[in-house]
């Protein structure tokens, strides 16, 4: 089955920086790559999501790149603010046709904390 | 709200204790998956319905585990004999089906937190 690496587990940075997360998945057959914010005694909230046909989205201070031959795709914050502070989540699918049932493999996460 | 939401919001039960979770997903969406969660990890599957049918079952949904859609609207999902292992954040997510070669975007609801003493 799917497998979902994410990296780092934990990221401090100063308002105002960058902050960059990164994935690697291992089925070639995903072909869907959401991100999801989660915070404290909450369900995970969608921030952004890539189709495999689209190498690169971005929506204001996030953005999302995609490379389908090295099997990765990162989150890219910019402009970092303290309620960006949160656990960050990975994910990969495919389609609900097959097998897979277009089930969620998530990353382990990133707990991403914003400095003021 | 139109969002998914789950009920009760927080559990707490006794060893060997049965206990049912409710999810209500976004009302025109057609598949509904449940996920456990517990601390410091990701999400893992447990089960997907699309409509009233239930069409896979992750190896972690052991015998004590059985999960409903009547009607292919709410969702409810039963352990019983509750075990100190299954305490966890039990979430449901909601998608409405589209073409079957996508992945699509599955929205969360609060989740159900479990503590088994």
């Known amino acids: 089955g799917e497998n979902v690496e994410q990296h780092p587990s934990t990221l401090s940075v100063q308002e105002g920086d960058s902050a960059v997360i990164k994935c690697t998945y291992s089925d070639s057959a995903s072909n869907y790559f959401p991100w999801y914010k989660q915070e404290l005694g909450k369900g995970p909230q969608l921030i952004i999501d890539?189709?495999?046909?689209?190498g690169e989205k971005k929506d204001q201070r996030i953005a999302v790149t995609l490379n389908k031959t090295a099997k990765h795709f990162s989150l890219h914050i910019t402009e970092t603010q303290p309620e960006d502070s949160a656990v960050y989540f990975c994910?990969?699918?495919?389609?609900?046709?097959?097998?897979?049932?277009?089930?969620?493999?998530f990353g382990q996460g990133t707990i991403l904390t914003v400095h003021p | 709200d139109t969002g998914v939401s789950q009920n009760p919001r927080h559990k707490i039960t006794k060893r060997g204790q049965n206990v049912t979770f409710r999810c209500d997903p976004i009302s025109e969406h057609n598949r509904l998956y449940w996920y456990r969660q517990t601390l410091g990890q990701g999400p893992e599957f447990l089960t997907y319905f699309q409509n009233e049918a239930q069409l896979e079952k992750s190896r972690l949904l052991s015998d004590r585990f059985s999960a409903e859609r009547p009607k292919g609207s709410f969702s409810t999902l039963e352990i019983q004999r509750t075990e100190q292992g299954d305490s966890a954040m039990y979430l449901c997510a909601s998608s409405l089906g589209g073409a079957h070669e996508w992945g699509e975007t599955q929205y969360f609801g609060p989740g159900t937190r479990l503590l088994v003493l």
């Open positions: 890539i189709r495999s046909n689209v």
């Open positions: 994910a990969a699918s495919k389609g609900a046709g097959g097998t897979s049932y277009g089930k969620l493999t």
